[in-house]
């Protein structure tokens, strides 16, 4: 299984962006893909799931401001990320896990969101 993730970048405080990520190779239906974060010098969070039946989970710290959607027929996770905040600055990853597949979490590279005061 691989990730690519996309998107990422620059932007304003209280500003919107959108990561994205495709997972391709040995794909099953029934998968979670999610994203973690990372910001420097902490350890690595998770930030929201999306499983194939469209249950979503979010961590509380985006809670109301981050919102995850899939494309099954594209094998893609998408994260939208309004009223972003600076404490929001982090290397964000996107995975793919299945339970058919022992639960073993495949990593995307990590797409980097600076967001600034």
């Known amino acids: 299984v691989q990730l690519q993730a996309s998107g990422g970048g620059l932007v304003q405080a209280g500003g919107s962006m959108r990561l994205s990520c495709a997972a391709s190779?040995?794909?099953?239906?029934?998968?979670?893909m999610g994203w973690y974060r990372q910001a420097p010098g902490k350890q690595r969070d998770m930030v929201s799931y999306?499983?194939?039946?469209?249950?979503?989970h979010y961590a509380d710290f985006v809670k109301g401001r981050f919102a995850i959607s899939r494309d099954n027929a594209q094998n893609t996770v998408h994260l939208q990320m309004n009223s972003l905040k600076p404490d929001d600055t982090a290397i964000y990853y996107c995975?793919?896990?299945?339970?058919?597949?022992?639960?073993?979490?495949?990593w995307g590279q990590g797409t980097l969101v600076t967001v600034s005061s």
């Open positions: 999306i499983t194939d039946a469209g249950f979503t």
């Open positions: 995975y793919y896990n299945s339970p058919l597949q022992g639960l073993e979490k495949y």
């Open positions: 190779g040995s794909i099953l239906r029934a998968n979670t």
